[in-house]
């Protein structure tokens, strides 16, 4: 993942943290910037299975690609096995608003575990079968129901007759209610994510002042909610960390407030123009009462606005400032 990447689930920005494993995800991907400083491996020649696209500038759940392309699955059919509650699903991927652009019909998995959302509740087989909507057994058209699904993979086949894995459904939204709520729950658990590890940003130029000052202009990354970019605006009171390309607060066993400047936000501007995959187009100018050495053009700082909480983040969140905890060498294994 770039430092820069997006992550979008439910319809909402992301942490990759709050997306499952296992989950199926969409994404865009380009060739490593930088071979020598990959953490993953660099091939010269792609294929399925090692893409040589391997770093990642956006992942998205099931929900979130229709929600951006404008797309639903129909429900074709269902059919469903009494005795273990488990079943399959006949669906394409459609356009909202008809048209061209539909898919071919997919075979996937439901069970017990399957979340089925309408409006505000939260139902299972047994709610829709009570309602007549599903069968008790056996197979029932479903009329081309648009809905929103949530996709992941499921084992299929015996050790003996192995297929490979399966599509399997994890969520169903009946509806766009059902759909919202789901967004705007994602969107609070971001806004409350990065309001605790703070806004990253691209340091684009520094301009040193007397005895240690400097103003330091960065360009916040791509893909937050707006109303985390509202916070910053011109006069408020801010701090700036020294981050690294994995997002870790550095120097953050002495703790990451301890080691952030603190300064006033002296200008916020808002490139008119089309801003590249990854950036906001919001830039900032700060001003700091001590420049240090993370503070420099191409490297990446978290900031955050004096009114976000000073929270501790865990240890495995910040590192001591050394390449080895980002590339350990042999050295890490204790010698017998």
């Known amino acids: 993942m770039l430092p820069y990447g997006m992550a979008r689930y439910h319809g909402a920005p992301a942490d990759l943290r709050d997306i499952p494993l296992g989950t199926m995800l969409h994404g865009r991907f380009y060739l490593p910037p930088d071979p020598d400083s990959s953490s993953v491996p660099v091939v010269s020649k792609g294929d399925v299975t090692h893409p040589a696209e391997n770093h990642a500038i956006l992942l998205e759940d099931e929900p979130s690609f229709c929600l951006r392309e404008g797309k639903v699955w129909k429900l074709k059919e269902v059919e469903l096995l009494k005795e273990?509650?488990?079943?399959?699903?006949?669906?394409?991927?459609?356009?909202?608003?008809?048209?061209?652009?539909?898919?071919?019909?997919?075979?996937?998995?439901?069970?017990?575990?399957?979340?089925?959302?309408?409006?505000?509740?939260?139902?299972?087989?047994?709610?829709?079968?009570?309602?007549?909507?599903?069968?008790?057994?056996?197979?029932?058209?479903?009329?081309?129901?648009?809905?929103?699904?949530?996709?992941?993979?499921?084992?299929?086949?015996?050790?003996?007759?192995?297929?490979?894995?399966?599509?399997?459904?994890?969520?169903?939204?009946?509806?766009?209610?059902?759909?919202?709520?789901?967004?705007?729950?994602?969107?609070?658990v971001h806004r409350e994510f990065i309001r605790t590890r703070w806004m990253p940003a691209f340091v684009d130029a520094v301009e040193y002042g007397k005895f240690g000052e400097a103003t330091v202009t960065a360009t916040l990354f791509g893909g937050m909610d707006p109303a985390l970019y509202a916070d910053f605006k011109k006069g408020v009171g801010g701090q700036m960390a020294v981050t690294d390309a994995n997002l870790k607060h550095s120097e953050g066993w002495v703790s990451h407030s301890h080691m952030a400047i603190k300064g006033p936000v002296l200008e916020v501007t808002k490139q008119d123009k089309e801003v590249p995959p990854g950036s906001s187009g919001i830039q900032i100018r700060m001003k700091v009462d001590l420049v240090v050495e993370g503070f420099r053009p191409g490297k990446i700082v978290r900031i955050r606005p004096m009114n976000w909480p000073d929270d501790a983040v865990p240890r495995e969140e910040y590192t001591g400032g050394k390449k080895e905890e980002r590339f350990p060498t042999p050295a890490i294994f204790p010698k017998y």
């Open 84 to 188: 273990n509650k488990q079943g399959m699903l006949v669906a394409s991927r459609e356009p909202k608003e008809g048209g061209e652009g539909r898919e071919g019909e997919q075979r996937m998995s439901i069970d017990a575990a399957t979340c089925i959302w309408r409006g505000r509740e939260k139902l299972g087989f047994e709610d829709l079968i009570a309602e007549g909507l599903w069968p008790a057994e056996g197979k029932k058209s479903l009329d081309g129901l648009a809905v929103y699904l949530g996709i992941t993979w499921k084992p299929a086949g015996t050790w003996e007759r192995r297929v490979g894995n399966r599509l399997h459904i994890s969520d169903i939204w009946l509806d766009e209610t059902a759909m919202q709520r789901a967004t705007q729950h994602q969107i609070k």
